[in-house]
């Protein structure tokens, strides 16, 4: 049998640059890191075995934190530098560009963010929002978005996500939403929703 391992396969920059940094870090004292390095249980227990502890919550450290590669909420950094706590960011640099991105445009912009409510990296970058809505969708699923400027919605809105659906998704689960300014969610068939842009502020 012959087994061909891609070429882009294992960690990427982000997770690698995280680890390298972390052993670095536990040669020569003692590390708190901030939550899982990353999502791989056999590195987090060579990390244990060379005395790293892993904690929840930055209130627990009481020694030097290590942030891992998905970042975390602004509030953690507000809190490690009010308490003079010495700490080393290794979140990775593309999570901390969107960060710059979600910060630079706050003001300004509605921000969608799509992944899970629940995943670190989702968490810390919310926090550098000010308007935001955070989009969950199905592993493997693909999302349309349009923007409508007006109250009142039809089929012909979804034309274009109803052909993008139709020509280019290959039998991938499709969900079309287009946002409007009217006031109820109505369903345009399978999958193919319009949604009140006011509903995003309750959410």
């Known amino acids: 049998m012959e087994i061909i391992v891609g070429k882009t396969a ?5 997770v690698k640059n995280a680890v390298n940094g972390l052993n670095k870090e536990c040669e020569n004292e003692k590390i ?11 590195v987090c227990n060579n990390f244990k075995n060379k005395g790293v502890n892993f904690i929840n919550d930055v209130k627990e450290s009481k020694n030097k934190v290590v942030i891992r590669a998905h970042g975390v909420p602004k509030e953690v950094y ?24 979600c910060n630079q445009y706050k003001d300004d912009y509605f921000i969608f963010i799509i992944g899970s409510k629940m995943h670190p990296e989702i968490i810390g970058t919310k926090s550098f929002c000010k308007n935001y809505f955070i989009i969950e969708n199905e592993a493997g699923d693909i999302l349309g978005i349009e923007v409508k400027g007006g109250s009142h919605v039809g089929k012909e809105d979804f034309k274009h996500l109803s052909w993008f659906k139709d020509n280019l998704i290959n039998g991938r689960n499709f969900k ?28």
Do not use: R
């Open 10 to 14: 294992g960690f990427c920059y982000g």
């Open 176 to 203: 079309g939403i287009v946002l409007y300014s009217g006031e109820n969610t109505i369903s345009f068939g399978k999958d193919l929703l319009a949604v009140p842009t006011s509903s995003l502020w309750n959410t």
């Open 78 to 101: 507000n809190y490690l530098e009010n308490n003079n706590i010495k700490y080393k960011d290794l979140t990775c640099p593309k999570v901390l560009k969107v960060h710059d991105i």
């Open 32 to 42: 708190d890191c901030l939550g899982e390095i990353v999502h791989n249980e056999e």
